[in-house]
Nanobody, 121 residues
Framework: QVQVVPSGGGLVQPGGSLRLSCAAS????????MGWYRQHPGEERELVAT???????NYADSVKGRFTISRDNAKNMVSLQMNSLKPEDTAVYYC???????????????WGRGTQVTVSS
């Protein structure tokens, strides 16, 4: 069993900052690629940022220069630092962690519970 627990969501004014984190626990042999996604009401979930095992990062055009994804393998954690937040960043944010274990030696995508980020004055 693997659990992925998010933290850091909340309400912030435009121009403000928030830091989201997800920590995994349970049966873990290794962490592969990880990422952050978000979903606006009535829309499909979209990719925000990804980070590979080697630390290579990729960002959606809408967040480049404002968001930073990072990983801490020792803590089984992925984080998303969000700066210069805009109202259009308001969404439910989800982390995804590709984890290898005995049952999924090639890796399996584990999703964290969504956390609400609201950017409003």
């Amino acid at each position: 069993q693997v659990q992925v627990v998010p933290s850091g969501g909340g309400l912030v004014q435009p121009g403000g900052s928030l830091r989201l984190s997800c920590a995994a626990s349970g049966s873990i042999l290794g962490l592969n690629a990880m990422g952050w996604y978000r979903q606006h009401p009535g829309e499909e979930r979209e990719l925000v940022a990804t980070i590979s095992r080697s630390g290579s990062v990729n960002y959606a055009d809408s967040v480049k220069g404002r968001f930073t994804i990072s990983r801490d393998n020792a803590k089984n954690m992925v984080s998303l630092q969000m700066n210069s937040l805009k109202p259009e960043d308001t969404a439910v944010y989800y982390c995804k962690m590709t984890i290898t274990n005995y049952y999924y030696p090639s890796g399996y995508d584990y999703w964290g519970r969504g956390t609400q980020v609201t950017v409003s004055s």
